[in-house]
């Protein structure tokens, strides 16, 4: 079974962890000095927040699958639909070890699909070529994002 992802960077992750586990009525599945995930059931979510120096706001999103071919048939999707994936095998990102294929939406937002199959003791490395801060610099972080310009309210 699939389960959405979304990344949220924020400014104060103790706010923050404060605030969704209010939201999500539990607190947090894994907490980090720097980053804090929630597996939920209700709705079917892996919700991830991290203080890495970044812009605050909707970092990326996702779909975490089961199995690593059900990553493979995401993917594939993608690819025959003509996209282009950015992939990454047995990386190490947001405290776990994965597969990973990356696509830009065609607004730009980046998505991840991955299959995790193991804990990591470190935060871990970026998908090449994104950025992180406010000067929008390089990044070795594994989820950083290119800042988004500001949007009219849905």
Known sequence: MKRLHVHVAVDDLAASI????????????????????????????????????????????????????ELQELAGRLKAAGETTRDQEATTCCYARSDKAWVNDPSGLRWETFFTFDDATVYGEDEPGAVKNKAETPSKSCCSAPAQPAAACC
């Open 18 to 69: 404060g605030f969704y586990s209010t939201l999500f009525g539990t607190a947090p599945a894994v907490v980090k000095d720097d980053y804090a995930k929630w597996m939920l059931d209700d709705p079917r979510v892996n919700f991830a927040i991290s203080d890495r120096a970044r812009v605050a706001g909707v970092d990326h999103l996702g779909i975490q699958v089961d199995t690593s071919e």
